[in-house]
């Protein structure tokens, strides 16, 4: 397995399912200059990956007075953080938290999720639980990470 950054950001967008890449890619190109996309490889293939973002998201622009906050702290936002659904049950999402934590280990990390499912996944990668937030009626749960 390969960690690494890419600027090739269609290897990551291919992998994604439809919905996220239709909320993502409308609005890339105001972003990129702002976000950094990290893949994990097999054999060259991208397997999972997710952005960090430095600046706030489009998915979190309904919450832009906490963003400001979170990253006036030094947290970078983790969004879109995926793994080939084929792929998933081996670990690869948490190695792909691993890596990022690796190679930027003072960094701090903030999210947000909407699958209530994901939280154990998050807790056990070492993520605390913060608040919950209101899009519009549909709960999401920010979590951060401190090194």
């Known amino acids: 397995m390969v960690f690494k950054e890419t600027i090739q950001y269609n290897q990551f967008f ?20 702002t976000t950094k996309c990290y893949l994990l490889l097999d054999n060259e293939k991208p397997i999972a990956g997710g952005l960090v973002f430095y600046e706030c998201p489009p998915d979190m622009l309904y919450a832009k007075e906490e963003a400001k906050v979170w990253f006036s702290k030094g947290y970078l936002y983790l969004g879109f953080v995926y793994v080939l659904q084929e792929r998933r049950g081996q670990n690869l999402g948490s190695l792909w938290l691993s890596k990022l934590k690796d190679k930027f280990p003072q960094q701090k990390y903030w999210l947000t999720i909407e699958d209530l499912d994901l939280h154990s996944f998050y807790v056990k990668n070492g993520f605390k639980k913060i608040k919950e937030l209101n899009d519009q009626g549909q709960k999401e749960v920010l979590y951060a990470l401190e090194p």
């Open 14 to 33: 291919n992998i994604l399912p439809l919905d996220w890449q239709e909320t993502i890619l409308p609005v890339w190109n105001n972003y990129k200059d």
